[in-house]
Nanobody
Framework: QVQLVESGGGLVQAGDSLRLSCAASRRTPGAMGWFRQALGKEREFAAI???????DYADSVKGRFTVSRDNAKNMMYLQMNSLKPEDTAVYYC????????????????WGQGTQVTVSS
């Protein structure tokens, strides 16, 4: 099973940018996604990048976040711009297996997460 490790989180101010990285232990030909979980809330879908390079986003991040991948390096990224306090959460990357792409149950091989905190 592929292992994923997220990095790049931190404490920033509203309006700032951050880039998260997700390193895979081996080549992952299928789709990969980002989820986030705020304190006391359910883990929610943020973005997915398909094997074709196409992307989909949650409405809450559309236009501000950009997901990408570098297959040669077994890496996936999440560029987050115009950050808001409501973006504060632990961000997880995962491998999409099957089902509805915005549902947590469609994913596996979860990383340990990286904390993003946005102050107002």
């Amino acid at each position: 099973q592929v292992q994923l490790v997220e990095s790049g989180g931190g404490l920033v101010q509203a309006g700032d940018s951050l880039r998260l990285s997700c390193a895979a232990s081996r080549r992952t030909p299928g789709a990969m996604g980002w989820f986030r979980q705020a304190l006391g809330k359910e883990r929610e879908f943020a973005a997915i990048v398909w094997s074709t390079g196409n992307t989909d986003y949650a409405d809450s991040v559309k236009g501000r976040f950009t997901v990408s991948r570098d297959n040669a390096k077994n890496m996936m990224y999440l560029q987050m711009n115009s950050l808001k306090p409501e973006d504060t959460a632990v961000y997880y990357c995962a491998v999409y297996y099957s089902g509805l792409y915005y549902e947590r149950e469609s994913y596996g091989s979860w990383g340990q997460g990286t904390q993003v905190t946005v102050s107002s």
